[in-house]
């Protein structure tokens, strides 16, 4: 079964500075989706950035970037110019590309990184 | 606004009882995804309908089922309700079955 890890429970992060948030995960597919999702205090999930493994080029969203090391099964996300909105949970989650008989297409996520921004 | 809706917002009820969230899922998908965000498990996947069937299932409780009807619309009905299935559910839709998920706004449960 895939896993997705968040080893950073929480992060700070001054203003228009830039942050990292990490995210490792486990698969024994080669053909999947990575993304990383924003919950603000409204609770809505939006979707800040995705990126597909089988494309070596990191995925990039204007301030939001990934470092994706398939390999390592790492993939991580770089906050650039840090605003007050980007104060939120991020969450990192996974999701199998094809049928892959037993995965399914719903998503699996990491337990969340917290992350705030101080002015 | 990702097009997808649920309601009602928030909903506070008592222990054992029954409850049911609706979800109407954006124009033109038809796969349904229901997810339980609670701070004990995070954010857990419960149950895909794709085109009014049943496709996959997470970690669904018993007492909990779902279904999807003709119009697209889904329904998660909750049972017996514990304190511990106090949340926040979320709908989620795409096009097909592997598709990019949009979430709904989430429905809040309290079990008093």
């Known amino acids: 079964a895939q896993t997705v890890t968040q080893s950073q429970p929480e992060m700070s992060v001054q203003e228009a500075e830039t942050v990292t948030l990490s995210c490792t995960y486990d698969?024994?597919?080669?053909?999947?989706?990575l993304f990383w999702y924003k919950q603000p205090p409204s609770r809505q999930m939006i979707l800040v950035i995705r990126?597909?493994?089988?494309?070596?080029q990191n995925a990039t969203e204007n301030r939001f970037s990934v470092n994706f090391q398939k390999a390592a099964k790492s993939f991580s996300l770089k906050i650039s110019d840090s605003q007050l909105g980007d104060a939120a949970m991020y969450f990192c989650?996974?999701?199998?590309?094809?049928?892959?008989?037993?995965?399914?297409?719903?998503?699996?996520f990491g337990k969340g990184t917290k992350l705030s921004v101080k002015p | 606004d990702s097009g997808v809706t649920q309601t009602p917002k928030h909903l506070i009820t008592a222990t054992g009882q029954r409850v049911t969230l609706r979800c109407s899922p954006r124009s033109g998908d038809l796969s349904v995804y229901w997810y339980q965000q609670s701070l004990d498990q995070g954010l857990q996947f419960l149950i895909q309908y794709y085109n009014g069937e049943e496709r996959a299932k997470g970690n669904i409780l018993e007492r909990f089922s779902a279904q999807q009807f003709p119009d697209l619309h889904s329904e998660l009905n909750l049972s017996s309700l514990e304190l511990g299935d106090s949340a926040l559910y979320f709908c989620?839709?795409?096009?097909?079955?592997?598709?990019?998920?949009?979430f709904g706004p989430g429905t809040r449960l309290t079990v008093t």
């Open positions: 698969t024994s597919e080669s053909d999947y989706y």
């Open positions: 989620a839709s795409s096009v097909g079955l592997y598709d990019e998920q949009y």
């Open positions: 989650a996974y999701r199998s590309a094809i049928y892959y008989g037993g995965s399914q297409g719903n998503l699996i």
């Open positions: 990126q597909e493994a089988y494309k070596q």
